[in-house]
């Protein structure tokens, strides 16, 4: 599926946090009230909605009169696709440097998160 995924604009990944934040198909009324620092009209949000569906992220279910909307694509997975795109983008697929480039900024990754990056490279889980 990594392939036929593309980066999504904001407005899209916005929506996409949200379902993927609730775990269950959601109406279009639970979307729009879940989405904070927007001031979207109802028909925004429906144009994005369709957006998505016809990207294959989410998946339309019509129950009654209203429409409910499922994520097809896990979060997880978008989110290692995404990061991907960003270390082949930024970093020349380099994850030396990356990680140079978090460790440089000393406000970036505190003690505590150097810490369990050790351990999980230690223990091989990553």
């Known amino acids: 599926m990594e392939n036929l995924l593309k980066s999504l ?36 949000l429906q144009i994005i909605l369709g957006r998505l569906t016809e990207k294959g992220f989410l998946k339309n279910e ?37 990680i140079a480039s978090l460790l440089e900024d000393e406000n970036t990754l505190t003690e505590e998160d150097i810490k369990e990056i050790r351990k999980m490279l230690n223990r091989g889980d990553v």
């Open 9 to 44: 604009p904001d407005s899209e990944l916005k929506v996409m946090m949200v379902i993927w934040e609730k775990g269950e198909k959601m109406s279009t009324g639970e979307i729009l009230s879940n989405l904070k620092d927007t001031n979207w009209k109802l028909s925004t």
């Open 62 to 98: 019509k129950i009654g009169r209203y429409n409910y909307y499922s994520s097809l694509i896990a979060e997880g997975e978008y989110t290692q696709f995404e990061t991907k795109n960003f270390l082949k983008k930024m970093f020349n697929n380099s994850g030396k440097k990356l």
